[in-house]
């Protein structure tokens, strides 16, 4: 099916990331103009940029718990090509080690709230402004598993991107939709918001390299497969796609493997004599 994507201007934040390039890479397959934003992996940035060199595309480096950076990264685009049409919320980091709250200090509670709640408001308050010029326009968002059912060691990481697929996502499917409202021809402003579950990128490559681990983690899985980045690549398209997805907004789509949660207990941790 064909998803009208030719054209179209996309800003993906956090490109340089696993899942980040190969939305990159998806929308330039599809014919769009594609901004590429890093905050610290320039390396790995201008290789993407360099492997995209038939598209047309823009790169550039934003810390987006910044209101400058952020503004500075919508006004590039702008600058550059002249709207914004999608905007890819892909943007945060996480504290890698499983630390339990109540050893959790405040100070990685922040950072974790700043990389990736504060940089999705930031850089999602921009683009609604272009919206509302514009009066078209859609986003999706890139929440996590952990948004669902939460991550034992990441209450952080979870209530932040929890805050994003439900709380930000829900509201601004009815903020968008009057920034952009609906026309004969037009379907309206659209936000949702994709959860990924486990993906094979190099963030992730140590602990999917423990056998015991990924059993785990794809005991609850219906597909028990860890997930590509492409396939949370396609899911992103789809919904950008006005033609494809014209009447889907304010919606938390979960790209798991039909994963329903997380054993809480190994079985040989556990006494069958008081179970």
Known sequence: MKTELEGKVVVVTGASGGIGSAIARRFVEEGARVVLHYRGQRNAAEKLQAELKTAETLLVRADLSKEQDARRLLANALKRFGRVDTLVANAGSWESRDIPLNEMSLRQW??????VLTTTFLSVREFLRIVARQRTGNAVLIGSTAAIFG?????????????????????LKNEM??????????????????CPGWTVVPRTGAKLRDEAAVRKITATMALPQIARPDDIASAVVFLSSDRLA?????????????????WLWQPHELDPAIV
């Open 110 to 115: 922040k950072q974790t709230m700043d990389s």
């Open 246 to 262: 014209r009447h889907i907004t304010g919606q938390t789509i979960t790209v798991a493997g039909g994963m329903e949660g997380r």
């Open 177 to 194: 939709s009057r920034l952009a409202p609906h026309t004969k021809n037009y379907c309206g402003g659209r936000i949702n918001c994709v």
């Open 151 to 171: 991550e034992a060691g990441h209450a952080d990481y979870a209530s932040a991107k929890s805050a994003m697929a439900y709380g930000l996502t829900r509201t």
